[in-house]
């Protein structure tokens, strides 16, 4: 699948500390890359429509959680999942 990505985007932001971050948009992109494989895979290996099911809010949610997971994982640590 083909994504748009700005390049000129600024995707720097400040630690707890005032030091500014600037985070490689190539997180981004691998985050974006792994998200969709797995709703890829969830939508081949579960037999019901798990999305309709969820319906449009828990489907946002759902989704937005899966890309935030994706992301913690690729940042090295410098973004952490809510807990709430």
């Known amino acids: 699948m083909s994504y ?3 390049k000129h985007s600024d995707t720097s932001f400040f630690s ?3 030091q500014k971050i600037t985070m490689d948009k ?3 992109e691998h985050s ?3 998200c969709h ?3 890829k895979k969830i939508v081949q290996d579960i037999p019901v429509d798990i999305f ?4 449009m809010r828990n489907l946002s ?3 937005g959680e899966l890309f935030a997971l994706e992301f913690a994982n690729k940042s090295q640590g410098l973004f952490i999942n809510n807990p709430h």
Do not use: D
């Not at 309709?52 to 319906?55: C, D, M, V």
């Open 4 to 6: 748009i990505i700005n």
């Open 32 to 34: 974006l890359v792994e």
């Open 26 to 28: 190539v997180i981004f």
């Open 37 to 39: 494989s797995v709703v």
């Open 16 to 18: 707890k500390q005032g």
């Open 61 to 63: 949610a759902f989704i």
């Open 52 to 55: 309709r099911i969820l319906g």
